[in-house]
């Protein structure tokens, strides 16, 4: 193995997503983690996991984590609910480095905003039918009722930049009909896409609900650690940043921007 070319503070962050949803995630930590450098693997090739089943999603999570550490990252962020939902156990297990997963954080900053109610989430089919988020709140905070659902449409939806429109608002309507019947205090947006149909999944459960974005609740739990670990980016060279893709699919550029609030550069396509 070629040994570290930097101390360990001055590599990368590693941070991969099933493709650019986890951009939001990214736009998230870069905001909280200034000094930082990142490397971003997008693997638009095998986009969506959140259909696909919870072998194939860990086998891909395997292998980008091994090219992640290939490329000398201080630690991996899973920005994607679905992969942090199925896949960060494994992971954690078989390397080692710290491995962040996105359920984890929101679980907490939902606790953090629970009040009498229950709590709400939505997610793809994989993060759903996994029970990782209420798995979570059951070991953190038994006494809190949560209510769950997965909005499958929400994804393509906003791929096709339908995300606020009347079709969205429709399609919400009916996927939170169900949520409506609860009194839920806050809503986790358990999918990277969410956070750009926040617009009208917040005009459907109304204003008293307070919705959580993986974004900012798991570069929070980022930054605290690396506080804690003596692990933060020394801030004597400029920060880097690279995006590893594993196809360019249509609209590459677009979506790309869309999710990040801006263009993409320094990017290269790679195989898995
Ligand atoms: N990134 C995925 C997630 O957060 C959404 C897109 C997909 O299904 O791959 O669950």
């Known amino acids: 193995m070629r040994p ?23 736009k998230a930590l ?8 990142f490397i971003y693997f997008g693997d638009t090739a095998h986009v969506p996991y959140g259909s696909k089943s919870v072998e194939t999603v ?17 630690l991996i962020v899973i920005a994607c609910n679905t992969a942090s939902s199925v896949a960060a156990e494994v992971l954690r297990k078989k390397f080692d480095v710290p491995i962040f997963g996105v359920v984890t ?4 900053q939902a606790i953090s905003f629970h009040k009498n109610g229950e709590i709400g989430i939505i997610g793809t089919q994989a993060t759903i039918a996994s029970n990782s988020y209420v798995d979570k709140f059951t070991s953190l905070a038994p006494h809190i009722n949560t209510v ?4 499958p449409l929400f994804v393509p939806l906003i791929e096709e930049d339908w995300g606020d429109t009347d079709t969205a608002k429709g399609v919400a309507d009916i996927y939170l009909k169900s949520l409506a019947k609860h009194p839920v205090d806050a809503l986790v947006l358990g999918c990277t896409h969410y956070p750009m149909m926040e617009k009208i999944i917040q005009s459907v459960v109304g204003n008293s609900v ?18 804690k670990n003596n692990l933060q980016n020394d801030g004597k060279n400029s920060p880097t940043e ?7 699919p249509q609209k590459f550029d677009k979506l790309g921007s869309q999710f990040l609030g801006r ?10």
């Open 4 to 26: 570290p070319l930097l101390s360990i503070n001055n590599q990368a962050i590693g941070v991969f997503d099933s493709g650019l949803g986890g951009l939001t995630v990214l």
């Open 30 to 37: 870069e905001k909280q983690l200034p000094h930082e450098s």
């Open 58 to 74: 860990q086998n891909y999570s395997n292998q980008i984590t091994q090219f992640l550490l290939s490329h000398d990252v201080k």
């Open 105 to 108: 954080p929101a679980v907490e």
């Open 148 to 151: 769950q659902q997965a909005c």
């Open 210 to 227: 307070k919705l959580i974005s993986s974004g900012p609740a798991a570069a929070k739990t980022v930054d605290n650690f690396l506080v």
């Open 242 to 248: 690279a995006f590893f893709v594993t196809d360019f």
């Open 263 to 272: 263009a993409l550069t320094n990017v290269h396509h790679i195989k898995l």
